[in-house]
């Protein structure tokens, strides 16, 4: 994920878990990787070491999501409780691809929380960015990689209906 200025829609859902795994990667998982180093350098000639090698990336893969979760959350911006008449970040909408047929839910979260395999769908994607602000009934347009594609708002609610 790029590390940049703007602002960084979130629900508080996904702010707590980034501040849960900065917690961890300063804790427990810095500790882990400080060991690793400490260890690889015990056993010598470091230019020949891979293990030594192999600590040094992975204290350097560390200290990159340290700042890339740090930056995040220096950028964001908590959606508020919103009212559930029309789609918005943090809430769940119930919609019906019209060409297939099929009825999904998802819930609709900043770029930084999606996760479609989870359900999570980023307000900046095709689909979500074209879902907010529609309301139950609203048929929305689309346009994804694979083409235009419609969608009916059947419902929104703040809580999953799963």
């Known amino acids: 994920m790029a590390i940049g200025n703007e ?9 707590d878990k980034l501040v849960e795994e900065l917690k961890e990667l300063e804790g427990e998982r810095s ?3 400080a060991e690793h180093l400490r260890v690889a350098r015990s056993y010598g000639d470091l230019s020949e070491n891979a293990e030594y090698d192999q600590a040094k990336k992975e204290q350097e893969d ?3 999501r340290k700042d890339e979760v740090r ?6 911006v908590i959606q508020e409780d919103v009212g559930i008449d029309t789609v918005n970040v943090g809430l769940y909408v119930t919609v019906k691809n ?8 998802y819930k609709i979260v ?3 929380e999606s996760n479609f395999l989870e359900g999570k769908l980023s307000n900046a994607s095709p689909v979500g960015s074209a879902l907010l602000g529609a309301k139950v009934g609203d ?12 969608y009916e708002v059947i419902n929104i609610s703040r809580e999953s209906s799963n």
Do not use: C, H, W
């Not at 602002?7 to 702010?15: K, N, P």
């Not at 930056?71 to 964001?76: E, F, G, I, P, V």
């Not at 048929?139 to 419609?150: D, F, I, L, S």
């Open 110 to 112: 900043g770029a930084a």
């Open 7 to 15: 602002q960084l829609i979130m629900t508080q859902e996904g702010y």
């Open 62 to 64: 560390l200290e990159r």
């Open 139 to 150: 048929v929305v347009t689309a346009k994804t990689p694979n083409g235009e594609a419609q």
């Open 31 to 33: 500790i882990q990787v």
């Open 98 to 105: 019209l060409e297939f047929d099929d009825v999904d839910e």
């Open 71 to 76: 930056s995040m959350l220096k950028r964001a």
